[in-house]
């Protein structure tokens, strides 16, 4: 299996193949979910201080923060341009 990485800004690298879902932070029950994580120790702040603007769940039950859009994550998910693949067993 290969390993394929997306970059969600400021030189952060997630793991592409266990994203669950890419959702904007402005809704209750997202903010609920991202208190639950942080509360578990189980969050991930990758904005830097800056303003969040994309709640990326995975399947691990890791909740990761990014400063840039979930348009711009999902696009650079899409394209091979924001991916990096990475095989294993080389």
Same mark, same amino acid.
């Given at each position: 299996?290969?390993i394929?990485?997306?970059n969600?800004?400021?030189g952060n690298i997630v793991n592409?193949n266990? !994203? =669950?879902a890419i959702?904007?932070?402005?809704?209750?029950?997202i903010k &609920?979910l991202v208190?639950?994580?942080?509360?578990?120790n189980?969050?991930v702040?990758?904005?830097?201080?800056?303003?969040?603007?994309?709640?990326i769940?995975?399947?691990?039950?890791y !909740? =990761?923060?990014s400063?840039?859009?979930?348009?711009?994550?999902?696009? &650079?998910?899409?394209?091979?341009k924001g991916i990096?693949?990475?095989?294993?067993g080389?």
């Amino acid at each position: 299996m290969d390993i394929k990485l997306v970059n969600i800004g400021f030189g952060n690298i997630v793991n592409a193949n266990r !994203i =669950v879902a890419i959702v904007s932070p402005e809704s209750a029950p997202i903010k &609920r979910l991202v208190q639950d994580a942080r509360d578990r120790n189980e969050l991930v702040d990758a904005t830097y201080g800056r303003r969040t603007r994309a709640v990326i769940v995975t399947d691990s039950n890791y !909740i =990761v923060l990014s400063a840039v859009q979930p348009e711009t994550v999902s696009n &650079r998910l899409s394209s091979s341009k924001g991916i990096v693949d990475v095989s294993e067993g080389e």
